[in-house]
């Protein structure tokens, strides 16, 4: 029988992982609790996407079977400064590991810096937690503005996401949040 402490690449993962589980585990076990009233709130959700590939190598060769699993963190922030202002922060982290993480590591050995640099983003809020082969973590703060309301007016000011419209297949008028229909994810 093998423990999951007994792979080699679970020895290897930064302390981050770890923090960032128990956080997760805090905001669990603190949603439980009887809540008075307060001028923050702390959301999000963890999943896990498995993929299994199979691929066929040649006339007299078998078929490769790869499997991959994704699991995709979001943890999002909300400080009511007061009945005007807001404060808003999100973290998205994606933990990436399986045999095609290894493929693409060894043919590109810079893959998880390309994907660290895939974002053009005018200030650099995403990182590299963890790059030790077999496993990617990838961490991006990807909403972080301060909104203020008052009557009809609403002013936003920060890195955010504009949806510029949904339809069930295509957003023709959507191509900055543009989305695959065969991701059923």
């Known amino acids: 029988m093998i423990y999951l402490y007994d792979l080699i690449w679970f020895k290897k993962i930064s302390p981050y992982f770890y923090i960032i589980l128990f956080l997760l585990m805090c905001v669990i076990t603190h949603a439980q609790e009887t809540q008075k009233e307060k001028n923050w709130q702390l959301t999000g959700y963890i999943k896990n996407l498995q993929t299994l590939s199979i691929i066929d190598v040649g006339i007299n060769a078998d078929k490769q079977w790869l499997t991959d699993n994704l699991i995709h963190n979001r943890l999002n922030f909300k400080w009511y400064i007061n009945d005007n202002f807001t404060f808003k ?13 290894k493929l693409n590591t060894t ?27 077999p496993i990617i973590m990838h961490s991006v703060i990807d909403r972080l503005y301060m909104e203020w309301v008052q009557g009809n007016w609403e002013v936003r000011l920060g890195r955010q996401r504009i949806n510029w419209g949904i339809s069930t297949v295509w957003n023709p008028n959507d191509i900055f ?8 994810d």
């Open 89 to 101: 922060a999100d973290l998205r982290n994606r933990i990436l590991f399986g045999e095609s993480t």
């Open 177 to 184: 949040n543009a989305f695959s229909y065969t991701d059923f």
């Open 107 to 133: 043919f590109n050995p810079n893959y998880a810096k390309n994907l660290n640099d895939a974002s053009n983003d005018f200030l650099k809020l995403s990182w590299l937690t963890i790059d030790k082969e």
